[in-house]
């Protein structure tokens, strides 16, 4: 539900001798780039067009009889975008796989009819609202740990969780999953630390010191096994209810403690900007596919309304 933020961005192609040995990688795979980091300092993979290869993974996850949860929150006027929400995921989203969409709202007579394939189920969760956007943001952590929990354990493998604000655009599959992924925020993935706006006041349960930090995420998009997003959510939401003890709201809201948390908690994948884009910020050459896309707003008509 947060706007994005323009910053200017910086990327050097990797010179020729940061390429694996080509004879040895044509041997492990057909799945290579040599213009994008594709490995964190963790080994853990970032996820661009051109390092997977699909067809593997769609059976591995078939052959694991994997049922993938998508969660969305839909609060006041923001059931507006579920219609578009729903029919590109129906498109795009884990095309051959069990899919259950939770839908979090207050206005559950609004959720529209979608044809779903088989396999595909739309969940209505009613929750209540809040008076300010700021506190509806907040308590998505609180809401899916409990969730989670409760309910999500029982149902999925995995969970997705996403904003409604959004449309599929292109392919999103089985490639994502693992125990606990976060996603390259598209205006800060070629940029220097310094300039990550993470939570710099020490009295904030989300504050990163200036000389920490890897890659500043956004919380638009992430996910894992139930277990592991029960534990982020639940630490998260822990973190935000002593800020507000305190009288303190972190910059970002709840990114900015999902960012504390990945920092502390590393993500065992990352989804690099295909998975999160704005068209907004223009199309820079490495970007191959737009796969989950900003839908286009007003944002002062659409929120505490």
Known sequence: MHALRKIPMRWEKPTEHVCPDQALLLKISDQRRCDVLMMTPWFAPIVWEGTYNSEILNEQFRQRNVTVGLTVFAIKKYVVFLKTFLETAETYFMVGHRVNYYIFTDRPEEVPKVALKEGRNVVVLQVQNYPRWQEISMRRM???????????????????????????????????????????????????????????????????????????????????????????????????M????????????????????????????????????????????????????????????IRNK
């Open 142 to 240: 609180e809401m899916l740990s409990y969730f989670s929990q409760q309910r999500f354990v029982n149902e999925v493998s995995y969970l997705v969780c996403v904003d409604v604000d959004m449309k599929f655009n292109d392919q999103v599959g089985v490639e994502i999953l693992s125990d606990l992924f976060g996603t390259l925020h598209p205006g800060f993935y070629a940029a220097e630390r310094q300039s990550f706006t993470y939570e710099r006041r020490p009295a904030s349960q989300a504050y990163v010191p200036s000389d920490e930090g890897d890659f500043y995420y956004m919380a638009s998009i992430f996910g894992g096994t139930v277990m592991e997003v029960y534990k982020l959510t639940k630490q998260c939401h822990e973190a935000i």
């Open 242 to 301: 002593v800020d507000k003890a305190n009288g303190i709201e972190a910059i970002w809201q709840e990114e900015s403690h999902l960012n504390k948390y990945f920092l502390y908690h590393k993500p065992t994948k990352i989804l690099s900007p295909e998975y999160m884009w704005d068209d907004n910020l223009g199309r820079p050459e490495i970007l191959k596919k737009r796969r989950f896309l900003a839908v286009r707003k007003n944002h002062a008509a």
